[in-house]
């Protein structure tokens, strides 16, 4: 694994050339996306700036060009007609003025009218390494480029620890304001979330205070990229909470979950309905963000990072790493949380036809499991062993995955098995592989699970328990992966 000193890892991009030879070196990788959102070069990370704008999704990613190393981070910026075909727009935010020396990390958009804003966090450090995080916006121009205010929009809370990013902006039209969320560590180095709001969006900022959320006010060190949303009347909260491991995941100190309940913007609280649940319980979704402007008081559209902080993957060698999840869609029915792929992803399904056993490298898979326990072994050698196995115990109504038997084995101190516990027997298993990414919805959306996974020449088999019946289908490229910067 390659060492990156800070000054490799900071390090400045001034024009598109310095990038070129790497980037025609990643775009030959067998691991490339052909249906997901990836880096163009080096690391991507958490999803930015997600939001419907006269009628194109702006989405951008935290991106680090020089190799799959965290560093100087910029905001990348991609568009899509539909969520499904996505384009390149090049660099959304560069890390250009001294309030975000050292990284644009992590924020939102909301289109108002005919205009899109972009919040994020500018990541100051001074000589001394020493960080302040400052809240800043930007706004979408004619052309399609993102233009920074100034100023920022407010600084930190000097009662709170360091940690104080990832603005969440969204409008309350009882109250006729915009909210940021801020995700916070506090002073005790308790995780939370800090709450500003405004009657427009660029100026006007106050603090209200902290978000009270009962029972959890001990819970992680850091809840980086908050986001409420209603839907169909219950308030849904989303984070990622760090610094601490939960039951039934391993040694990861990152999650990203979710708590259904009511939020109250009079007393700034939020009661839960019920314990916290995990928002995917793969090995790798972490960070993810809700579009705004989606327009349907019933559903939201959320995309994850695959990957989490600290960890290692196998393309470090070939200098990136990372990809958005797919969109899905977030729906409430009985007291419930359902997630369900983005509707429209079926027509990527090819006509070409599939062979038995066989496993393209991006295909959709549709299982509909009968009574009793069950496998599916994805990426098996000729000889049906090794690969990502799945195991249902009905008796336990728990699925556990296993990825200890490929051949590229990675994060094994993190995990390599997890389980999915459900509540209703397990009915229908979708699944969806690109080349370097599996994610599976369980049950019509009761479920999910996203890994990456690095299939070698030979892991390219699967089989499933006798009689089980199946669909599958190749699905075709749409994501363009263009040199853009
Ligand atoms: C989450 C996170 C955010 C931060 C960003 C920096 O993965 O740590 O809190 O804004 O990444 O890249």
């Known amino acids: 694994m390659k060492e990156w000193t800070r000054e490799e890892r900071y390090r400045v991009l001034h024009s598109a050339d310095e990038i070129k030879d790497l980037y025609d070196r990643v775009k030959t990788s067998v691991y490339r996306q052909t249906y997901h959102v990836q880096p163009i070069t080096g690391l991507s990370s958490d999803p930015n700036g997600f939001a419907l704008h006269e009628g194109i999704w702006h989405l951008c990613y935290q991106w680090c060009p020089w190799g799959a190393v965290h560093g100087l981070k910029y905001w990348y910026h991609v568009t899509s007609p539909d969520l499904i075909h996505w384009q390149n727009a090049g660099i959304g935010l560069a890390p250009d003025r001294d309030y975000d020396n050292k990284g644009a990390h992590s924020g939102s958009a909301i289109s108002v009218g005919d205009e899109l804003y972009f919040f994020y966090t500018g990541n100051h450090r001074d000589e001394n390494w020493v960080r302040t995080p400052w809240t800043c916006a930007a706004t979408l121009t004619h052309e399609g480029r993102l233009e920074k205010l100034p100023e920022p929009l407010f600084g930190p809370r000097p009662d709170y620890a360091e940690h104080q990013r990832d603005p969440k902006v969204v409008y309350n039209a009882e109250k006729e304001r915009y909210y940021i969320f801020l995700g916070a560590m506090s002073a005790d180095k308790r995780g939370c979330v800090l709450v500003y709001s405004s009657p427009k969006p660029l100026e006007g900022w106050r603090f209200e205070g902290e978000l009270k959320v009962h029972g959890y006010e001990h819970f992680g060190g850091m809840w980086e990229c908050p986001y409420v949303v209603n839907l169909s009347g219950t308030d849904v909260l989303i984070f990622s909470p760090q610094y601490t491991t939960l039951p039934g995941r391993g040694n990861s100190t990152n999650h990203n979950v979710y708590f259904l309940g009511k939020m109250d913007y009079d007393t700034l609280t939020f009661t839960p309905d019920g314990p916290y649940r995990f928002l995917d319980f793969g090995f790798d979704f972490y960070a993810a963000q809700g579009a705004a402007n989606v327009g349907d008081p019933d559903k939201a559209i959320l995309v994850g990072w695959i990957g989490l902080p600290d960890n290692h993957y196998p393309t470090e060698e070939e200098d990136w790493e990372g990809s958005m999840s797919l969109p899905r869609e977030l729906r409430v029915r009985d007291g419930k949380l359902l997630q369900t792929p983005i509707s429209g992803i079926e027509q990527l399904r090819s006509d070409a036809p599939v062979q038995l056993g066989i496993l393209?490298?991006?295909?959709?898979?549709?299982?509909?499991?009968?009574?009793?326990?069950?496998?599916?072994?994805?990426?098996?050698?000729?000889?049906?062993?090794?690969?990502?196995?799945l195991h249902y115990d009905a008796a336990a109504r728990t699925c556990t995955l296993d990825r200890s038997g490929m051949d590229k084995r990675f994060n094994t101190q993190v995990f390599e098995t997890l389980d999915v516990p459900l509540e209703q027997p397990l009915s229908r298993i979708r699944v969806f592989i690109d080349r370097s990414s599996a994610e599976l919805f369980f049950n019509d959306g009761e479920a999910t699970f996203t890994t990456h996974i690095y299939p070698t020449e030979r892991e390219f088999h699967f089989d499933l328990t006798p009689d089980t019946p199946f669909r599958m289908w190749k699905l075709e490229r749409s994501v363009t992966d263009e040199f853009v910067v």
């Open 360 to 389: 393209p490298p991006a295909c959709e898979l549709q299982v509909n499991v009968g009574e009793g326990d069950f496998d599916l072994n994805l990426f098996t050698r000729e000889d049906g062993t090794g690969g990502l196995r």
